[in-house]
């Protein structure tokens, strides 16, 4: 049998994490990342067996008993990831009454979920209603997306609406838009309640003044999300720096022939 941390997962959460690190997405211990796995695809390893501790979650997660998360540490650095996966990643286990959890691989100098974990679980639970398949929930600090809720009205069509005009690649890979909920402190269960109610139609969700929850149904997917919603951004604010005048932009009938050519379906009253 091999180790845990030679496993595929634990490769893919070193790329990505390293990755977001160097686009400046999550800088000193902000951002995290939990990906979730099925008891089969654990059980090959020899070492995720024993448990390590058992903590409260402090909400009913009984909607995810049994399933196992790979998730990032609290006040860990996603620079280091990549360097030492024992320290700053973890597996954990939701128990079977949904109330607690249980380490079983990683944290090994006595590490802690993300303080967002329970946010975390709480958008697991309602983007699995949405597609089974759904596994990533990721928060970062993109850049120029934060400064839009800077400048920009924080109302979700209009930002929608926005992020889809500046490429064409938005519409067809955010085709729902993107939800927006009130600046509200982080790393606490009101702030997860919020996203989560968002998440059942938005497979993003803008935190304002902070940054982005995302979901998907892979590491790869998730990240790709981030990517073309904050390149959307960034081409939004290259447009300011350029005079901030638009002469031409991408219709809406462009936009509606668009999604027929790639046959995904705009959120409804957004075009």
Not at 84 to 106: A, C, F, M, R
Request: some cysteine; hydrophobic content about 35%.
């Amino acid at each position: 049998m091999t180790k845990f941390i030679d496993s595929p997962y634990v490769e893919t959460m070193r790329e990505v994490t390293y990755q977001s690190y160097l686009r400046y997405w999550d800088e000193r211990n902000g951002g995290n990342v939990s990906c979730r796995l099925t008891a089969e695809e654990v059980s090959p390893y020899e070492d995720v067996h024993e448990v390590k501790s058992t903590h409260e979650l402090g909400f009913d997660a009984s909607a995810l008993a049994g399933q196992y998360y790979l998730v990032t540490g609290t006040g860990r650095y996603f620079r280091n990831v990549t360097k030492q996966p024992l320290l700053d990643l973890g597996l954990v286990k939701i128990s079977e009454d949904g109330q607690s959890y249980d380490i079983v691989w990683g944290f090994e100098d006595g590490g802690r979920p993300t303080s967002e974990f329970p946010s975390h679980l709480m958008s697991h639970i309602e983007r699995l209603k949405v597609n089974p398949e759904q596994r990533v929930v990721f928060h970062c600090h993109p850049t120029n997306l934060i400064a839009l809720t800077f400048t920009q009205d924080l109302d979700e069509r209009y930002l929608s609406r926005l992020l889809w005009k500046m490429q064409a690649e938005s519409l067809v890979v955010f085709p729902e838009g993107i939800g927006v909920i009130p600046y509200m402190t982080p790393g606490t269960t009101e702030i997860g309640k919020a996203t989560a109610e968002k998440m059942a139609d938005f497979s993003a969700v803008i935190w304002p003044h902070h940054g982005l929850f995302a979901s998907g149904i892979s590491l790869d997917e998730t990240y790709g999300l981030v990517e073309v919603i904050e390149k959307a951004a960034m081409i939004y604010s290259q447009v300011g720096a350029q005079g901030g005048i638009i002469k031409q932009e991408i219709t809406d009938q462009e936009l509606k022939e668009l999604a027929n050519r790639f046959e995904v379906t705009p959120k409804e009253g957004f075009l």
